[in-house]
């Protein structure tokens, strides 16, 4: 997260003093979907989708397919 932290202040006039703020908020995002949900490709006979190469970099396909479905918690 401190690179794209980085990359956001590229000049002391656009610094904003909420940046700190949202990256936490985006964090707490994502860990509460990993706690919270089981997450599986739709189609996974089909198995990963391939990566787009774009300029020297790799991106997530577009095409691929998630499915998310809430965790049931059980006592004992």
């Known amino acids: 997260m401190v690179l794209a932290q980085q990359r956001l202040t590229v000049s002391k006039k656009n610094l904003s003093p909420g940046r700190f703020f949202a990256v936490a908020e985006m964090k707490t995002v994502i860990a509460q979907i ?41 006592k004992g």
């Open 34 to 74: 990993l706690l919270n949900y089981d997450i599986k490709l739709t189609d996974e006979k089909a198995g990963r989708p391939q990566s787009l190469h774009i300029a020297g970099l790799v991106h997530p396909s577009r095409t691929g397919k998630v499915s998310l479905k809430k965790r049931v918690f059980t």
